[in-house]
């Protein structure tokens, strides 16, 4: 029976299904009905379009032409052409979608700051662009405000059905070389080059979970997906046991306020109690994660943290707090010598005029034999800004 309608069949799963011979038989018979089809002229001898889905890429399509062979690289199809339309929302034309929803409902939104707000934290993805609006009018009330955005982000990060995310961490789980680029990139700062034939870069890149950034280096897409993978980390590690986070979390907030030179007081002291416990390449090259451990659970629910892109190189990481209306920097190092200290105050403090805050934080981790480990942390004047310094 031939159809006169155009079919299309959609395969799903195909990832799934490579070891199966019978299924890759079938590929490779379709694509014969294809060649025949043009021979023949006619149309109705096969199914108008195939589409493929969870396939990463149609090259890589690895079929097992013999049973005792190994796999080769090969393809029954066609390799689709290239898609290079940008599909980014600038904050312009973030700023025309809330044009649209204000005509309607007069909210009074300050649409320029939401809109780059919005970019700031998913780079203009549009999938998270639209899921960002959407909770801030069905579930939060239309709270279009910096805190309205931060609190959609943490819904959005917390919903175990949203697939983008899920798939997310699920791809770390199952791709060991996407794991290691990603705790390199988030937790070790390494400057990777950003070279799209690398294995593990093609793989990131397919996943759209990277980017190539202003100096040519890998960096994670966006925010949220940063959120998310160190959320992801930091459960990971705490499940580990490495260290000893528990105790009451509520004798660090006082009257809705934040105490971070407590926070960062006491952490300092569990890590002296861990170093009995644990080798010290191993706290200097997880002491970021831990402290992300240690934080979490004192700012989950009531605040919002993220690390700042821009400013994070080798060595270096700036972590921004919002808590009770108020906002705290801290940036976290490992140590590499006086000279690196002091550059370190000038960072923050020049990070901290960007932001127009007159505190920060300074947390260097630091397990050298031979050095002379500051005893207990300090408040340091640098440039106009007071800086709770820790050495830890």
């Not at 079929?63 to 005792?68: A, G, M, S």
């Not at 805190?147 to 943490?154: E, L, N, P, T, W």
Request: a negative charge; hydrophobic letters at 35%; one cysteine or more.
């Amino acid at each position: 029976y031939k159809c006169d309608k155009k079919i299309v069949l959609f395969i799903d799963e195909v990832d799934k299904s490579l070891d199966n011979q019978l299924f890759l038989h079938f590929l490779g018979t379709l694509r014969n009905l294809y060649l025949m089809r043009n021979e023949t002229g006619d149309m109705r001898s096969t199914f108008h379009s195939v589409v493929l889905a969870g396939v990463y890429d149609v090259k890589n399509l690895k079929i097992k032409l013999r049973p005792d062979e190994e796999r080769k690289y090969n393809s029954p199809w066609n390799i689709a052409a290239k898609f290079n339309v940008d599909m980014t929302f600038h904050p312009n034309e973030i700023i025309t979608m809330l044009d649209e929803y204000e005509a309607d409902y007069h909210t009074g939104m300050d649409k320029a700051f939401i809109a780059n707000e919005i970019y700031k934290y998913t780079s203009g993805y549009p999938y998270l662009v639209s899921c960002i609006c959407y909770i801030i009018d069905k579930e939060l009330e239309k709270d279009w405000s910096e805190k309205g955005i931060q609190d959609a982000i943490k819904i959005l990060i917390k919903d175990r059905e949203n697939t983008l995310l899920g798939d997310l961490t699920k791809n770390v789980e199952t791709y060991p070389d996407f794991e290691k680029l990603m705790t390199d990139v988030l937790l070790h700062d390494k400057e990777i080059v950003y070279e799209p034939n690398v294995p593990a870069i093609d793989l990131a890149l397919t996943f759209s979970a990277v980017k190539e950034d202003a100096h040519g280096h890998i960096t994670v897409h966006n925010l949220v997906f940063e959120q998310k993978l160190y959320n992801y980390f930091v459960a990971k590690e705490s499940l580990k046991g490495n260290a000893d986070f528990s105790g009451d979390r509520s004798i660090y907030v006082n009257n809705g306020r934040l105490n971070m030179p407590l926070v960062i007081a006491r952490f300092q002291e569990l890590m002296r109690n861990e170093r009995r416990k644990a080798d010290d390449e191993f706290l200097e090259r997880q002491g970021r994660l831990l402290f992300l451990c240690f934080l979490k659970p004192i700012v989950n629910g009531s605040g919002f943290y993220y690390v700042e892109p821009e400013t994070r190189d080798g060595g270096r990481m700036d972590l921004v707090v919002s808590f009770g209306g108020e906002e705290f920097v801290i940036e976290l190092k490992i140590w590499r010598g006086e000279k690196y200290e002091v550059e370190g105050k000038v960072q923050l403090a020049e990070y901290l005029k960007t932001r127009g805050l007159n505190e920060g934080y300074l947390v260097t981790f630091s397990f050298l034999k031979n050095k002379t480990v500051q005893e207990e942390p300090e408040w340091v004047e640098h440039d106009g800004k007071r800086i709770y310094e820790a050495v830890i």
